[in-house]
């Protein structure tokens, strides 16, 4: 009954509609290489889907598409890998595409192939095919829809090697089930890395089992500053226990689910700064020994971990348990917003300076950061940093992240060092993104949607080979002020989808109004699937 009611009131609403027009193709990114032709492809009940060859990765490749069509089609394709002539969408692997990436896409009147040298390609391949559906695709079950795709010819692949989002949950905790829609955010507009950001001063969120107090006493905090931070004799308290944190078994669940859709997830362990629920929980790893409790309240803060030989045990044993977890290559260390006070007031701190030569706290941090660059190395794996960790000289081999604007990054690229731009005065996705006496509170800031989308992540300043360091970009959401996942997505979308453009389609195809009207369109796609978004572009002037 409830699906003879929906296919009455779609067909009420006019929407009975069997392909998109050449105006209605509206793909975000856009893809390099676009040739729209006459005719289309029906998609059945009875057409399959062949791969080239049968193993988990091309199955995951496909594994989403056919899952939305079971979801709005109520039929689920078969996939074999028999050959076919016609009523098809074959997937093969072809070692002839350079990119590990791209892909072709051809559909057909009678046949749908998509080609790529890998099956993560073969899966954004599939992400472009849907897209090229009638957007109902993402809506629950539609018997009228006639699961048609226009003929057209694509050959893309993505600019830049990275291509992600930042997603902070220590200052508020998201729960696992928002980090797997998280993903399937990032996947359906091709990006490729989650940033877990999963230590801070306001909540440590990974079960660590060789210390147990990290979460038990580091992942709650006792208060929560309430709206706009402001002077202390003004600040108005939440003195709600607030807090939570991912176990190990949970960690694996979601990374699983990640690598099902081709998404690497970095995670983010800070130091030396941004430790006090960490020192909380063990404050023998400070200068002053505390005592300390988990802060309530955003901001920097003056105690850090001190750089003695117990805080290195530590930090090694932790990151041996992370990097267990997580296969990235790559492991975040931070590395921003470490005061210095503690250490230029510590007896421990002076005499390892004297000691080792160096010539002050700024080369001290840069002293930090190589040893624990040395032991993520010892175990295969490379760092990665906030700009901050270019003050008092780069670790030999690490990658910067710059987000205090461009310039650590063409700093960075000038010493040989991989980049990956993530420039707050674009890329904060915490900031304002409309007139803020239109939005939710935010930390600050304001960067609309025209703002974002108009950032080269290429700077004219680099030479060719420097240029080859910027390795992409990421968008980054803090969430002192945004306390639940509804309103994270909202920051998060739009302007996560001109990130990932920015970051997979070529310079020279980049438009804002054409864009923002891809977006527009967008929107039906997002309210179907149920994603939350800010649509404040509907009301810019044309």
């Known amino acids: 009954?409830?699906?003879?009611?929906?296919?009455?009131?779609?067909?009420?609403?006019?929407?009975?509609?069997?392909?998109?027009?050449?105006?209605?193709?509206?793909?975000v990114p856009i893809p390099a290489k676009m040739k729209i032709n006459s005719g289309q492809?029906?998609?059945?009940?009875?057409?399959?889907?062949?791969?080239s060859s049968d193993n988990p990765e091309m199955q995951n490749a496909v594994a989403v598409f056919n899952n939305l069509l079971n979801r709005a089609g109520g039929f689920r394709l078969s996939v074999t890998v028999s050959p076919a002539s016609s009523n098809a969408i074959v997937c093969k692997l072809n070692p002839a595409i350079s990119n590990a990436e791209g892909y072709k896409l051809s559909v057909q009147k009678d046949l749908i192939t998509v080609e790529a040298k890998t099956p993560q390609g073969i899966f954004y391949g599939m992400q472009t095919l849907r897209q090229l559906l009638p957007f109902q695709i993402e809506r629950p079950y539609l018997s009228n829809v006639v699961w048609a795709v226009p003929c057209v010819e694509?050959?893309?692949?993505?600019?830049?090697?990275?291509?992600?989002?930042?997603?902070?949950?220590?200052?508020?905790?998201?729960?696992?089930?928002?980090?797997?829609?998280?993903?399937?955010?990032?996947?359906?507009?091709?990006?490729?890395?989650?940033?877990?950001?999963?230590?801070?001063?306001?909540?440590?969120r990974?079960?660590?089992?060789?210390?147990?107090?990290?979460?038990?006493?580091?992942?709650?905090?006792?208060?929560?500053?309430?709206?706009?931070?402001?002077?202390?004799?003004?600040?108005k308290w939440d003195n709600t226990r607030y807090g939570g944190f991912y176990t190990q078994e949970e960690i694996k669940e979601v990374i699983a689910y990640a690598q099902s859709r081709f998404i690497n997830i970095i995670p983010e362990v800070e130091m030396p700064g941004h430790a006090v629920a960490a020192l909380a929980s063990y404050p023998e790893l400070s200068c002053t020994g505390g005592p300390f409790?988990?802060?309530?309240?955003?901001?920097?803060?003056?105690?850090?971990?001190?750089?003695?030989?117990?805080?290195?045990?530590?930090?090694?044993?932790?990151?041996?348990?992370?990097?267990d977890l997580f296969p990235s290559e790559y492991i975040h260390i931070g590395g921003d917003e470490a005061p210095k006070v503690r250490w230029q007031n510590c007896a421990h701190c002076q005499a390892l300076i004297k000691k080792e030569g160096l010539k002050d706290e700024h080369e001290l941090q840069s002293y930090f950061i190589k040893r624990i660059e040395k032991f993520v190395e010892s175990k295969g794996r490379r760092i990665i940093g906030w700009d901050e960790i270019l003050e008092g000289g780069l670790a030999p081999n690490a990658t910067v992240?710059?987000?205090?604007?461009?310039?650590g990054g063409i700093e960075a690229a000038k010493q040989n060092h991989d980049v990956i731009m993530a420039p707050n005065n674009y890329f904060y996705l915490?900031?304002?993104?409309?007139?803020?006496?239109?939005?939710?509170?935010?930390?600050?800031?304001?960067?609309?949607?025209?703002?974002?989308?108009?950032?080269?992540?290429?700077?004219?300043?680099?030479?060719?080979?420097?240029?080859?360091?910027?390795l992409g970009v990421q968008g980054n959401i803090w969430t002192e002020y945004i306390q639940d996942s509804d309103y994270a997505e909202y920051m998060a979308f739009p302007r996560g989808a001109a990130v990932a453009e920015i970051g997979w389609s070529p310079q020279s195809l980049r438009n804002y109004p054409d864009f923002k009207q891809r977006m527009i369109q967008m929107f039906k796609r997002y309210d179907g699937i149920g994603w939350n978004y800010c649509n404040a572009i509907l009301k810019e002037a044309e």
């Open 293 to 323: 409790e988990v802060e309530g309240l955003w901001g920097v803060f003056n105690d850090i971990y001190c750089p003695k030989e117990e805080t290195f045990t530590f930090l090694e044993n932790v990151l041996s348990e992370v990097i």
């Open 401 to 407: 992240m710059s987000w205090r604007g461009e310039a």
């Open 41 to 51: 492809f029906v998609i059945r009940s009875n057409t399959s889907i062949v791969l």
């Open 1 to 27: 009954m409830r699906k003879i009611f929906l296919a009455i009131v779609m067909t009420l609403l006019g929407w009975g509609v069997q392909a998109q027009s050449k105006n209605e193709i509206n793909l």
């Open 154 to 204: 694509i050959e893309d692949e993505p600019r830049f090697v990275h291509r992600g989002l930042m997603l902070d949950v220590c200052r508020h905790f998201m729960p696992k089930e928002f980090i797997f829609k998280f993903i399937d955010m990032l996947a359906y507009h091709k990006m490729n890395t989650f940033h877990w950001h999963l230590t801070d001063d306001q909540g440590w």
């Open 430 to 470: 915490d900031y304002y993104q409309a007139d803020p006496k239109t939005q939710p509170l935010a930390i600050g800031g304001f960067v609309p949607l025209w703002k974002t989308y108009s950032y080269n992540p290429m700077p004219a300043s680099l030479t060719a080979a420097e240029a080859k360091h910027i």
């Open 206 to 235: 990974i079960e660590i089992k060789k210390y147990p107090k990290l979460t038990q006493i580091g992942a709650f905090r006792n208060r929560t500053l309430e709206g706009r931070y402001t002077s202390p004799d003004k600040r």
